[in-house]
């Protein structure tokens, strides 16, 4: 059996030296660097590698790094974030 089309959108759309834009499904997201250190140190080639994984997971395997829709859109609920 093959699997089907995926027919979820996930891209970056623009980098500047704040952050990321990233378009995921309808919705555009902004990953700042301030919140998200270990993107600043990542070359271009590896931020522009994400995969999506609906409904809400953003992935980039490649820097072990998974963050979750949720909290790029309401950034006030979830005040913990993970330290290397």
């Not at 704040?18 to 700042?32: K, S, T």
Request: aromatic share 14%; charged share 20%; hydrophobic share 40%.
């Amino acid at each position: 059996m093959k699997s089907g089309i995926a027919t979820s959108v996930c891209e970056v759309t623009g980098i500047n030296d704040l952050g990321f834009w990233v378009l995921a499904g309808d919705c555009e997201y902004f990953v700042p660097f301030s919140a998200y250190p270990e993107f600043k140190e990542s070359s271009v080639n590896q931020i522009l590698n994400i995969r999506f994984f609906p409904p809400s997971q953003l992935s980039w395997i490649e820097l072990d790094i998974d963050i979750e829709l949720p909290s790029l859109s309401k950034p006030e609920s979830f005040p913990l974030a993970f330290k290397k």
